[in-house]
């Protein structure tokens, strides 16, 4: 199998969300809301105005679409089945493309909002006739065929003969009001512009220094809670209150000083386990697998985090490394006291007094040492950095931790 041949479809899957996300950032009403793949392939409700966006984002070199095309006739079927039950005049249904329309195509007044559709509901209706005709001529040819026990013909059009049969079933009223109200957009953005058209819709309302740092954010929030709304761990609707809270809040953070919250809106990989010092660090304590699981989680987030800060930010790098010396400084004194007995106390007691050392970076290090930020106070920062430090020995937990884990044990 090609492994490439899944690129075209997941892209297509991907662009649906951030064309939702661009949508929310273009409403004019306070209440307007997205959905992904309910109604059509992004519903956008802004105020009365229900729009209904068909996307087809084709990474073929120079696509065209005409009244041939069975990217059209899978979009009239979707838009059909919603008049059903539906008012065609409640809606405005839009075929948004990266293709383009030859000068001379009948599609060109579904451009314009006033332009008479007269002409193209009739070369529609005549197109899906000879459609649904061709089929059953050859239908009929096979029946023949098989009593002459030959080979059936393949029946055509197998992409376009259900969007032809809905378009043929509607009332006049109802095809002419689906035609009125119907749009091609063929001036959408490419999927590698995702971040630019972000970028060109927060300008406003955000420090130049901070457009990349906000859209990143933007769009990674986004990615995850468009993941949610279509495996329904929330409500599939997304509306515009929930975003601009978001951006109100991930703004405030880069306007003050630069440490955003981000660990929450992202979808993490697997925790690393292979670290062989970070591994011993907990294995000579004997720590339990509740205490492991919890090391490991929280090194990761606290390690992306770090990462996404340095990215964003420069100076970040040296403000981490200060807030790592207060992080070693207010563990010494804890250390320390453990120290002072090792020569009195047993094995066990060691490795015991060592769990409860873990337990506090995990448990109460929060409380009593002084969060990076004034804005940041997610505690798996605190958490994560001992485990980041423990990797490289700068911390430990067994009293007798540098003698016990090997030079050859460092990565």
């Not at 409640?90 to 599609?107: H, K, M, Q, R, W």
Request: with cysteine; aromatic share 8%; proline share 2%.
């Amino acid at each position: 199998m090609n492994t490439h041949s899944a690129i075209g479809p997941a892209l297509g899957y991907y662009y649906q969300a951030i064309f939702a996300l661009i949508s929310l950032l273009d409403s004019q009403n306070d209440n307007a809301y997205v959905s992904i793949e309910t109604f059509d392939d992004v519903f956008h409700e802004d105020g009365t105005t229900k729009n209904l966006h068909q996307l087809k984002h084709k990474t073929t070199s120079n696509p065209k679409i005409s009244i041939k095309d069975g990217d059209l006739w899978k979009t009239l079927k979707v838009w059909c089945d919603f008049i059903i039950t539906n008012d065609p005049n409640e809606g405005i249904f839009t075929l948004s493309t990266v293709a383009t329309i030859d000068i001379s195509s009948p599609l060109n007044v579904l451009k314009t909002h006033n332009e008479d559709r007269s002409t193209l509901n009739s070369l529609l209706l005549e197109e899906a006739k000879r459609v649904i005709d061709e089929r059953e001529k050859v239908r009929q040819e096979n029946i023949q065929l098989i009593k002459n026990g030959q080979k059936e013909k393949r029946i055509p059009y197998e992409s376009r003969y259900k969007g032809c049969d809905a378009f043929l079933a509607l009332s006049p009223s109802d095809r002419q009001a689906l035609l009125n109200n119907t749009r091609i957009n063929t001036s959408i953005f490419q999927i590698s512009t995702a971040q630019s058209e972000v970028v060109n819709r927060i300008k406003r309302s955000t420090q130049p220094k901070n457009y990349i740092s906000l859209a990143e954010s933007i769009i990674a929030w986004w990615d995850r809670e468009a993941v949610r709304s279509l495996t329904r761990e929330r409500k599939e609707c997304i509306y515009l209150s929930e975003l601009q809270e978001f951006i109100s809040k991930k703004n405030s953070e880069l306007y003050n000083d630069g440490f955003t919250d981000d660990i929450d809106d992202l979808e993490l990989p697997t925790p690393d386990i292979s670290h062989t010092t970070h591994v011993e660090q907990l294995e000579i304590i004997d720590a339990s697998s509740t205490q492991k699981k919890r090391s490991f989680n929280t090194e990761l987030k606290a390690r992306i985090q770090r990462g996404i800060w340095i990215k964003n930010n420069l100076s970040s790098a040296s403000k981490l490394n200060k807030y790592d010396e207060n992080l070693i400084e207010e563990w010494s004194y804890k250390f320390d006291e453990i120290k002072e007995t090792s020569n009195t106390i047993s094995e066990e007691e060691k490795k015991e007094k060592g769990r409860n050392l873990l337990d506090w970076t995990h448990n109460e290090a929060n409380s009593q040492v002084k969060n990076i930020s004034q804005h940041y106070n997610n505690p798996d920062l605190i958490r994560g950095s001992y485990q980041m430090l423990s990797k490289d020995k700068s911390v430990g937990w067994h009293c007798d931790y540098n003698l016990l884990i090997k030079e050859d044990d460092e990565d």
